[in-house]
């Protein structure tokens, strides 16, 4: 599961993923991404899509 960390100034905050987390979204794209026909296409279904990562509590 992934993990937020806290930067010292609190502007930005890193989010740790195990491999898990990794393979699931790359299965995501793999997934998402041959419906379209060219880069652009994918790129502005993403940019609109939501995607969760779940985060140990």
Do not use: C, H
């Amino acid at each position: 599961m992934a993990r937020i960390i806290e930067t010292e100034n609190g502007k930005r905050r890193l989010i740790k993923m195990s491999a898990d987390d990794i393979i699931s979204i790359v299965q995501d794209y793999q997934r998402i991404v041959p419906r379209f026909s060219n880069i652009d296409e994918a790129r502005n279904y993403l940019t609109d899509a939501v995607v969760y990562i779940p985060e140990d509590v």
